[in-house]
């Protein structure tokens, strides 16, 4: 590279004094096209797949920082489907089994999808283990149509779809952003605004409350 370099001036000595400049520019300009002048490329990567490959690698520390962004997904996935006072303990479970199995995660940035389908599959497992859980009926939503506490409206919340009680937990429990819920689920952000808005619709028909 530097021996091209180097020639560059001695080749354009060899031309008149009104074609060298022209020529040098030129030869210039094919040296960046043809890659032997080239700046490093830089590749940016989600941090998912940063911290995973780091995990695999044996820097388990590293775990601790996906626990921290996907925490609050499971944490809302689980409380949209399984009794509040199980949920602390299933999140440590879960978080413990995707540790235990991630070298099976074969896309490394599809790790948020990953683990909200582990939660999932946890509750169902639960759910078939105990059939204990208390359920608001549809005649209690009747008999009380305000002033609702919030464990009240979780419930009505959990009898609501899979896709719109899970969105709503993540939203309005969870605190998370509706381009967050996208991205850590891996839905796209018109689907999370469709889920929200007809979540809403049918939570409102449910407490009996009249759209404004």
């Known amino acids: 590279m530097s021996e ?3 020639e560059l001036p001695i080749a ?18 094919m040296l960046m096209m043809t890659g032997a002048v080239r700046s490093p490329e830089k590749t940016d990567e989600p941090i998912e797949v940063a911290l995973v490959r780091a995990v695999l690698e044996g820097e388990h520390d590293r775990y601790g920082r996906l626990y921290e962004m996907y925490a609050p997904l499971v944490h ?5 489907r399984v009794p509040r006072d199980e949920v602390a303990d299933l999140v440590q479970d879960i978080f413990l089994h995707a ?7 074969r896309d490394a940035k599809s790790f948020g999808p990953w683990i909200a389908m ?3 599959n946890r509750a169902m497992d639960f759910h ?3 059939r204990e859980t208390i359920e608001v009926t549809e005649q209690t939503a009747v008999e009380k149509p305000r002033d609702r506490t919030a464990h009240e409206v979780l419930n009505l919340i959990r009898e609501l ?3 719109y009680r899970e969105t709503l937990v993540l939203r309005f429990v969870e605190g998370m952003t509706g381009p967050e819920i996208a991205a850590r689920v891996g839905l796209t952000p018109a689907s999370v605004r469709v889920n929200l808005h007809r979540g809403m619709k049918l939570l409102r028909q449910r407490m009996g409350v009249a759209r404004a």
């Open 128 to 130: 078939r283990a105990s």
């Open 161 to 163: 779809p899979d896709a």
């Open 99 to 105: 540790l235990r199995k991630l070298h099976t995660l």
């Open 12 to 29: 354009c000595t060899k031309l008149t004094k009104g074609e060298s400049m022209f020529e040098c520019e030129a030869t210039a300009e």
């Open 118 to 120: 582990i939660a999932r």
């Open 76 to 80: 809302g996935i689980l409380l949209a």
């Open 4 to 6: 091209v370099i180097k």
